[in-house]
Every structure is written in structure tokens, then in C-alpha cells.
């Protein structure tokens, strides 16, 4: 599970790098790489970023000093 957990905020950590170019350049490196948003190459990069924020919800449940508050319910 820990490799999946890496790999969400490892796809989550670019997705946000991502939405920083646009929003400062009006650079989108994903539609540069993999064409316009029809091509699937560039939809396939954007479903596995939104489910990797999706994955990282479960993130909320952990205390500062790791583990998490929701272990004894």
C-alpha cells in the first residue's frame, strides 16, 4: 500500500506543478506532450491525477504525529 500511497502524491505533487504552469504561463505541458484534451493520452494523465487526489482524501484522517484518530473506532 505504501507504493500506491507514494505514487498518488507523487501524480497529485505534479498535477499541482501542472495547474501552477497554467495558471502563471498559460503553459500545459500534458496537451503539449499528448495533444489537445480529445486525445486519450492526455485524458488517461488527467483521470490518473483526479484519482490520485481522490486517493488522498483518506490523508484527512491522520494526527500530526502520524497515525490516525480514526484507529480505536
Request: charged share 20%; glycine share 12%; hydrophobic share 50%.
Amino acid at each position: 500500500m505504501k507504493i500506491l500511497d507514494r505514487a498518488a502524491l507523487t501524480l497529485l505533487i505534479i498535477g499541482g506543478i501542472h495547474l501552477l504552469l497554467i495558471g502563471l504561463f498559460g503553459f500545459n505541458i500534458v496537451e503539449m506532450v499528448f495533444g489537445d484534451v480529445e486525445q486519450w493520452g492526455t485524458r488517461i494523465v488527467y483521470i490518473l491525477v483526479g484519482l490520485s487526489a481522490l486517493w488522498c482524501f483518506k490523508y484527512y484522517s491522520f494526527t500530526p504525529r502520524g497515525g490516525s484518530r480514526l484507529k480505536d473506532r
